[in-house]
């Protein structure tokens, strides 16, 4: 039998006496390769076990593979742009597996095609790719993927489980460094004695952090944080189970993107800053262009938004100091190409907010991110040093929103959400409002006071009126809940859904009273 699964066994091989209490399992798929991925509570583990179960070869067709391996790595040529070229690069992967194919059938000619692609995925992965780690990195359940040392199991963070030991570990420190090399080169950047810090990126988005010892004194470490396949829509952020925000504050927030109102989201590390503004951007109009600046690519906008959007990255210098392109870079050619939104990844230097803001106020709509826990402290970093922003200027933005993960829970909250209110210049501080916070005792969401500086802008630049406000946030409202009542977490067709709302809205409304489905409000379009 040339593939089967292995026997049952846990990570750090415990004590057969020990019993294991499985609490998930399901399959993984990546290159035609099946895994079967087992989530277990193990006695004596302090965190639960993520159990990879591949694909087993006999003795015999392991040969076969090595000799396959060897021969395409004679015989296949490869160019310098197949590997820097992200598409060319998802080509050349394409390429390798076919090669294999062909070999793997010229060996194995009697088996099914399923098996003979599953042996070409193999090879691929092994030949091209990380190996055992392109199964994990298959996984959309996991939010990270971290080697820490050879010699210690690879960890991954489970967007149900939390942080979850694997039963895959590393063959040694080498192989480590040799995967940070290869994926250094495909970006243009080195990892070596001289750099033992890399920050890089996969063609797929995923990003990589890297070093190599003896900055990291027990071993060479690799985490991956990966880019989300099925990025969150508003859909996810008010579904009950998430939890993440109220269907009000969403439809608060939706009403200020209509009404190009600027944005700042903070948080601490992970606490899903990027992926709500994400969500949050794809309710914009699909008439304007929209440029985005990342150092790592992670937004990614609904089909019908790509027309006149400009993805833009930041990059490194190279080995000798030259080619360094930074996110500021990106901010001042974004301001010569006439966008009407800008979205930055994330501000962390006083140029780029100086910038940012300056951008706020010659009529860019403007959303970011940044790192701080509460309202409080992210008003306080905009005008106090390193940053030092007048406060005349940062009055430019609109609404605060602070996004929170409580890590005993393993949840993700929006905690705070203010605007920044105009004050008298002799005021020094930041004025702020708070809309809404979340109580952590009871998980529940208060409004805390009612809107000033929304109203009175969107007032001054619509004319409409308080009551005219309120009816439409009252319809975005209804609008969620169908989009929730109906499963719509699809982000491409969230965004057509919003081609329905600005081009036909009372058509739109009167569908989702009526309660139509889906496909007949698409229908119409």
């Avoid at 006439?338 to 979205?343: A, H, L, N």
Wanted: net charge neutral; proline share 4%.
């Amino acid at each position: 039998m040339l593939l089967k699964l292995p026997p049952k066994k846990t990570a750090n091989a415990p004590d057969k006496a020990v019993s294991d209490m499985e609490i998930d399992s399901y399959e993984v798929k990546c290159d035609f390769v099946v895994a079967k991925i087992t989530i277990q509570k193990v006695r004596k583990e302090n965190v639960p076990i993520y159990d990879v179960k591949m694909p087993v070869v006999s003795e015999a067709t392991e040969l076969v593979l090595k000799e396959i391996i060897e021969k395409l790595a004679r015989v296949t040529k490869v160019t310098a742009e197949e590997i820097n070229d992200p598409h060319k690069n998802l080509m050349l992967r394409s390429k390798f597996f076919e090669s294999a194919l062909e070999e793997v059938h010229g060996y194995f000619p009697n088996i099914n095609d399923f098996s003979q692609m599953a042996l070409a995925g193999l090879i691929v992965q092994r030949m091209y790719g990380f190996g055992k780690l392109d199964i994990i990195m298959a996984d959309n359940n996991l939010e990270d993927v971290c080697i820490n040392r050879a010699d210690r199991p690879v960890c991954v963070y489970h967007k149900q489980y939390g942080w979850v030991k694997t039963n895959v570990f590393i063959d040694n420190e080498e192989q480590t460094y040799n995967f940070a090399s290869m994926i250094g080169r495909k970006v243009g950047r080195d990892i070596n004695s001289l750099n033992p810090i890399m920050d890089a990126h996969l063609v797929t988005g995923d990003r990589v952090a890297a070093t190599i010892f003896p900055i990291s004194s027990a071993g060479n470490t690799m985490s991956f944080r990966r880019f989300a396949r099925s990025p969150w829509t508003v859909t996810h952020l008010i579904e009950p189970r998430k939890g993440v925000m109220t269907m009000e504050m969403a439809a608060v927030l939706w009403l200020a993107l209509e009404f190009e109102l600027n944005i700042l989201v903070c948080g601490g590390t992970a606490s899903g800053k990027t992926s709500v503004l994400n969500a949050l951007c794809a309710l914009m109009p699909k008439n304007q262009r929209i440029l985005s600046i990342e150092d790592t690519r992670e937004f990614s906008l609904p089909v019908d938004l790509n027309w006149n959007w400009v993805p833009m990255c930041s990059r490194a210098e190279n080995s000798e100091g030259f080619g360094k392109v930074s996110m500021l870079d990106l901010i001042v050619a974004a301001l010569r190409m006439r966008p009407d939104r800008i979205i930055v990844g994330e501000v962390r230097t006083r140029e780029q907010a100086e910038t940012m803001f300056e951008a706020m106020h010659t009529g860019h709509s403007v959303y970011t991110t940044m790192h701080a826990d509460t309202v409080e402290q992210m008003a306080r970093r905009l005008v106090e040093p390193p940053i030092s922003i007048p406060k005349n200027e940062v009055e430019a933005l609109h609404i605060i929103l602070v996004q929170h993960r409580d890590r005993m829970r393993n949840v993700r909250r929006t905690l705070e959400l203010a605007e920044v209110l105009r004050t008298s210049g002799l005021e020094s501080d930041l004025k702020v409002n708070y809309l809404y916070r979340w109580r952590p005792r009871t998980d529940t969401f208060e409004n805390v006071e009612e809107s000033i500086r929304l109203i009175e802008d969107i007032t001054l630049r619509t004319g409409m009126t308080l009551q005219e406000i309120k009816k439409n946030i009252e319809q975005k409202k209804m609008i969620l809940q169908w989009l929730l009542d109906n499963k719509v977490y699809d982000t491409n067709m969230i965004g057509k859904l919003m081609k329905a709302y600005y081009m036909e809205k009372g058509r739109l409304l009167m569908d989702v009273r009526k309660n139509a489905s889906v496909e007949d409000v698409l229908a119409q379009l």
